[in-house]
């Protein structure tokens, strides 16, 4: 058979079925940077301090949830299953 009998082209030169592109895996992005540049700092400087104060207890309760949870486990001596939550802390 010869190229020109051919109904589709060999190079599969065709675009994607839109079906096809949202099956395909999406790549993750990582979480930006949370800290506050320093011009942040000089413009505006309560709010930066109210940001920073609420990190910094976010990062409390994160530790306070995961402390409990440890403290569940043990108490029904039941293996831990983890559950990794991905945070950029630099606190």
Same mark, same amino acid.
């Given at each position: 058979?010869? &190229? ?11 675009? !994607?079925?839109? &079906?096809? +592109? /949202? ?13 506050? !540049?320093? %011009?942040?700092?000089?413009? /505006? !400087?309560?709010?930066?301090? %109210?940001?920073? /104060? %609420?990190?910094? &207890? ?25 559950? +990794? ?7």
């Amino acid at each position: 058979m010869n &190229a020109a009998g051919r109904k589709r082209p060999a190079d599969g030169g065709y675009p !994607p079925h839109p &079906a096809a +592109v /949202q099956a395909m895996p999406r790549t993750r992005k990582k979480p930006t940077d949370k800290t506050l !540049p320093k %011009l942040m700092e000089e413009c /505006q !400087p309560e709010e930066y301090k %109210l940001y920073n /104060q %609420l990190r910094e &207890a976010g990062a409390r309760i994160d530790a306070t949830i995961l402390r409990k949870r440890f403290d569940l486990l043990d108490a029904l001596n039941r293996p831990l299953k983890v559950l +990794v939550i991905a945070r950029n802390e630099s606190i």
